[in-house]
């Protein structure tokens, strides 16, 4: 691929790794987690901190990627794949001030995540053996219930909603950044990248901005 697609940013390296933190949480770390520790007990630490490790090899071949040619579509340009605010960094990549930053937003973000989830998850466990976890119950509800703190279920919910919510915007920002480039590429529909003026007019009620 060329470089006709590169795009002038102004974002910087720390931005884009709180964007990637808050795309990445959601309801997997708020509710799904409580799966994990049901069938691997205090041993879930080890699986999150493998996830990390895999995880920080995808990006970061994907950030030296980007940071070598830039491309809006990243992941149709150089056939990879990855999930939620991975695959959102990987396209936001383009839009940073110095494209080299990329490999260093990413390792930020993975060492932030992969802090968060472990210490939350070995509090949890610590206060309250892992065979008293539910799948459908958050560990963090499990594990304070202990503390008497009626009003903390309806935080939670609260937060669970917001991060479903943290993880759909993304997705939907990561599906029409690549059906345009399809478009572009003559790989889609011609209308999905069409133009009125400078602004692009894509097909749905929510549209992007490019």
Known sequence: MGCGNQVEGNLKWWQLSLIGVG????????????????????????????????????????????????????????????????EVMGIMTIRLKNKEDAPKAGRSMLFLLTTIYVLSLALAVCIVPFHHFHENHSPFITALETYHLPFFPHVFNGAMIIAGFSTMSPSFF??????????????????????????????LPAQPSY
Request: net charge positive; hydrophobic share 45%.
């Open 23 to 86: 795309c990445i949480i959601g309801t997997g770390y708020f509710l799904g987690s409580s799966i994990a520790i049901k069938f691997t007990g205090p041993s879930v630490l080890i699986v999150f901190l493998l996830a990390a490790c895999s995880t920080f090899i995808v990006f970061d071949a994907l950030a030296k990627m980007s940071a070598q040619d830039p491309q809006k579509g990243s992941f149709r340009s150089y056939a990879k794949k990855a999930f939620g605010g991975i």
């Open 174 to 203: 990561s599906v029409t950044t690549m059906i345009v480039t399809l478009s572009e590429d003559g790989d889609a529909p011609s209308f999905f990248s069409k133009k009125k003026g400078n602004k692009l007019q894509f097909p």
